[in-house]
């Protein structure tokens, strides 16, 4: 940091460092490394990592990538593209049950940090070599007791972009974008008068905060260190070329230049069933047959299983929805009577209600299947086929020193005498 703040800059240079998280208000994408003791064997890499829902394409560059190590190492990776509202709290979770990736992608500042307090990150010092370390964008907000845990994953320019068609149809010249402020202004009002929205931009869509800063602040600034001076009270925000951008922002407002859900932070308050809708209807997930809703630690209830597989199936009626329960809450037979009732085609259950989940601590065993069975009474399933599956799941729990969690199971054993269900009172119905 400290040659950092020496550092004369460039605006292209100041927006670099801000993407790759040198500067203060950069949000950085960065790689960390698993302790030793929870990591895959050496012939097979298990990553965790995110990135193609802001820098699109970089699959592909993963997909070559991922070929060329193996190629020239020997070594495999086993890539998982995590959700964004899942990347960070899942390792977390993961890593606490000691079953975690060998390579994590982690944000920058506390939600990497963090993970790296409680132990669950290595320092890259022996995993990466020291020029690595150097080049890869790291800065003291990223190292601990004198070691590295970041290095970066990749640059996200916080550019802008134009549609030279519309720029066109407002008689505009579409190869010669505006490089001063009145003409940008100009820009903004031709296309305005032609009924285009100016500028789109937003905290759903994208950084609209970040974006602005960088592009804008940057303009006024001559090193680093007037950006973090100013960020830690060095500076004074008051003066005139510290603070011009918000005027020149609050000027594109007042013009109704923006969008009218610019500051919406609507998505961010997304319902869990709309996330999953959207993630199941991404245009990337063609070719997947199978939709499995899983509720990993049993906290849902029936309405939010049945608003969640009603909507799988009106956006993607193509697909097989499948749906795992837990019982953790004791709504694991109604949740799943649910998921049958709004569509589900297949559900999942485990003998005894057996199970758990490795990295979702407190997460009880799946529901049970008796306990399914004995709730929708399919034609075959009888009290003496209850009888049989109360008596081999009985042995398979003892062997794996299990309880039998069924409710079912317990009240087959119970020593009511009124009911064919009971195990000793089948009368062969």
């Given at each position: 940091?400290?040659?950092?703040?020496?550092?004369?800059?460039?605006?292209?240079?100041m927006?670099?460092?801000?993407?790759g998280?040198?500067?203060?208000a950069?949000?950085?994408?960065?790689?960390?490394?698993?302790?030793?003791?929870?990591?895959?064997?050496?012939?097979?890499i298990?990553m965790?990592?995110?990135?193609?829902q802001e820098?699109v394409?970089?699959?592909?560059?993963?997909?070559?990538?991922i070929?060329?190590?193996?190629?020239?190492?020997?070594?495999?990776?086993?890539?998982?593209?995590?959700?964004?509202?899942?990347?960070?709290?899942?390792?977390?979770?993961?890593?606490?049950?000691?079953?975690?990736?060998?390579?994590?992608?982690l944000?920058?500042?506390?939600?990497?940090?963090e993970?790296?307090?409680?132990?669950?990150?290595k320092?890259?010092e022996?995993?990466?070599?020291?020029?690595?370390i150097?080049?890869?964008?790291?800065?003291?907000?990223?190292?601990?007791?004198g070691k590295?845990?970041?290095?970066?994953f990749?640059?996200?320019?916080?550019?802008v972009?134009?549609?030279?068609?519309?720029?066109?149809?407002?008689?505009?010249?579409?190869?010669?974008?505006?490089?001063?402020?009145?003409a940008?202004?100009?820009?903004?009002?031709?296309?305005?008068?032609?009924?285009?929205i100016?500028?789109?931009?937003?905290?759903?869509?994208?950084?609209?905060?970040?974006?602005?800063?960088?592009?804008?602040?940057?303009?006024?600034?001559n090193?680093?260190?007037?950006?973090?001076?100013?960020?830690?009270?060095?500076?004074?925000?008051?003066e005139?070329?510290y603070?011009?951008?918000?005027?020149?922002?609050?000027?594109?407002?007042?013009?109704?230049?923006?969008?009218?859900?610019?500051?919406?932070?609507?998505?961010?308050?997304?319902?869990?069933?709309?996330?999953?809708?959207?993630?199941?209807?991404?245009?990337?997930?063609t070719?997947?047959?199978?939709?499995?809703?899983c509720?990993?630690?049993?906290?849902?209830?029936?309405a939010q299983?049945?608003?969640?597989?009603a909507?799988?199936?009106?956006?993607?009626?193509?697909?097989r929805?499948?749906?795992?329960?837990?019982?953790?809450?004791?709504?694991?037979?109604?949740n799943?009577?649910?998921?049958?009732?709004?569509?589900?085609?297949?559900?999942?259950?485990?003998?005894?209600?057996?199970?758990?989940?490795?990295?979702?601590?407190?997460a009880?065993?799946?529901?049970?299947?008796?306990?399914?069975?004995?709730?929708?009474?399919?034609?075959?399933?009888?009290?003496?086929?209850?009888?049989?599956?109360?008596?081999?799941?009985?042995?398979v729990?003892?062997?794996?020193?299990?309880p039998?969690?069924?409710?079912?199971?317990q009240?087959?054993?119970?020593?009511?005498?009124?009911?064919?269900w009971?195990?000793?009172?089948?009368?062969?119905e």
């Amino acid at each position: 940091m400290d040659e950092l703040l020496a550092q004369a800059m460039t605006r292209r240079r100041m927006m670099q460092m801000a993407a790759g998280g040198a500067a203060a208000a950069g949000l950085a994408p960065l790689l960390g490394a698993a302790p030793a003791s929870a990591r895959s064997s050496a012939g097979n890499i298990k990553m965790w990592w995110w990135g193609q829902q802001e820098a699109v394409g970089i699959q592909s560059w993963m997909n070559d990538t991922i070929s060329k190590f193996k190629a020239q190492t020997g070594s495999s990776v086993s890539p998982t593209l995590m959700d964004t509202a899942q990347v960070i709290p899942q390792f977390t979770k993961a890593a606490a049950a000691g079953n975690v990736p060998d390579v994590q992608f982690l944000f920058n500042g506390i939600y990497h940090m963090e993970n790296v307090w409680l132990n669950y990150l290595k320092p890259l010092e022996g995993l990466v070599s020291a020029a690595t370390i150097k080049n890869g964008g790291g800065t003291k907000l990223s190292q601990y007791a004198g070691k590295n845990y970041r290095t970066g994953f990749y640059a996200l320019a916080f550019g802008v972009q134009y549609n030279k068609e519309h720029f066109d149809k407002a008689g505009l010249n579409a190869d010669s974008p505006p490089k001063t402020w009145d003409a940008f202004l100009n820009c903004c009002d031709k296309l305005k008068s032609k009924g285009y929205i100016p500028l789109g931009g937003g905290v759903k869509d994208g950084f609209l905060g970040e974006w602005w800063l960088i592009n804008s602040l940057t303009q006024n600034l001559n090193t680093a260190a007037d950006a973090l001076n100013l960020f830690i009270g060095k500076l004074d925000w008051r003066e005139p070329k510290y603070h011009e951008h918000w005027i020149k922002l609050q000027e594109l407002h007042d013009n109704k230049f923006w969008n009218d859900d610019a500051t919406s932070l609507e998505p961010a308050r997304m319902s869990t069933t709309e996330r999953v809708i959207g993630i199941a209807a991404d245009p990337r997930t063609t070719g997947a047959d199978d939709i499995v809703v899983c509720d990993t630690i049993g906290q849902a209830i029936p309405a939010q299983v049945t608003d969640l597989i009603a909507g799988l199936n009106a956006r993607t009626p193509q697909r097989r929805i499948v749906f795992h329960g837990h019982d953790t809450w004791g709504l694991g037979v109604a949740n799943t009577l649910a998921a049958i009732d709004a569509g589900a085609t297949m559900v999942d259950g485990s003998l005894g209600g057996l199970g758990g989940c490795p990295f979702a601590p407190g997460a009880s065993g799946n529901t049970s299947s008796e306990d399914l069975l004995f709730a929708t009474r399919p034609d075959w399933f009888t009290p003496a086929a209850l009888a049989s599956m109360v008596d081999i799941t009985d042995k398979v729990l003892a062997e794996l020193g299990e309880p039998n969690r069924s409710r079912t199971a317990q009240g087959a054993r119970s020593k009511a005498k009124a009911f064919d269900w009971v195990i000793g009172n089948d009368r062969g119905e």
